[in-house]
């Protein structure tokens, strides 16, 4: 349903961009985002976008990080600056609608 890529090794002050590509029509979910969960650590949303366009964000990624969605690719991203090392987590795509819907995690390495 939902594949998730875009993720590697990055330097401390870099970028990355994930890409969530759906297998159906990204219009039809309530609301899509991106969840974290690093070693030891729960869970955590990092943003989500409404199917009418609202974002939010969790308060340490404000300012760095932008989620945006392309309904003709049927796909959200995760634009990602200023990587630091506490963004260092497996990354997931969620969608709702009705229920939950999750992809396959992709790796984020912030590191010297």
């Known amino acids: 349903q939902l594949q998730a890529s875009g993720g590697g090794l990055v330097q401390p002050g870099g970028s990355l961009r994930l890409s969530c590509a759906a297998s159906?029509?990204?219009?039809?979910?309530?609301?899509m985002g991106w969840y974290r969960q690093a070693p030891g650590k729960q869970r955590e949303l990092v943003a989500s976008i409404r199917k009418y366009g609202t974002k939010n964000y969790v308060d340490s990624v404000k300012g760095r990080f932008t989620i945006s969605r392309d309904n003709a690719r049927n796909t959200v991203y995760l634009q990602m600056n200023s990587l630091n090392p506490e963004d260092t987590a497996v990354y997931y795509c969620?969608?709702?609608?009705?229920?939950?819907?999750w992809g396959q995690g992709t790796q984020v390495t912030v590191s010297s």
């Open positions: 969620h969608a709702f609608r009705e229920s939950d819907y």
């Open positions: 159906e029509r990204i219009n039809s979910f309530e609301i």
